[in-house]
């Protein structure tokens, strides 16, 4: 048997700091925080709804300038600016959550100075196997699109 290559999704875990963008609308982005933090990771979550988490930060610009890995999970925002935004703050590995890569987004990939991963969501790479997202994962392998 050969040698598994590792995938881009699986070393994007790789990262101490971790920024997770939130607007309420994709409930696995929350889950991927709390997993992310299983793997003793600082994750930093910016809530960007009009019902902030109290332990959230509200604004891009308040994220520290240690972080230069992001998940991006947002419906009621353009999702390109908040990766304008990210950016800005020095932030170069971002993950857009599955159907939330606009047009917009997908006019940003081809930045060289930015890391993209889109079109999957980040739970199927952090759940556990016994999880409805390790059932996932292992379909996806099964299929060869893993």
Known sequence: MGACSITTQETF????NF??????TKPAMKWAANEIRKRSKNVYLADLSDKSD????NDI????????????????TEPADVIKSLKDKGV???????NT???????MFDDP?????????????????????????????LMGKY
């Open 19 to 24: 920024i997770v963008i939130i607007d309420r």
């Open 13 to 16: 875990w790789d990262s101490d």
């Open 101 to 107: 890569e606009t047009s917009k987004v997908k006019e």
């Open 92 to 98: 170069s590995k971002m993950w857009i959550h599955w």
């Open 113 to 141: 100075a930015v890391d993209y991963i889109a079109g999957r969501c980040p739970m199927m790479y952090l759940g556990s196997d016994l999880s409805i997202h390790g059932v996932h994962r292992g379909v996806v392998k």
């Open 61 to 76: 610009s308040e994220i520290p300038g240690d972080i230069h890995t992001a998940i991006i999970g947002v419906t009621k």
């Open 54 to 57: 109290t332990d959230a930060l």
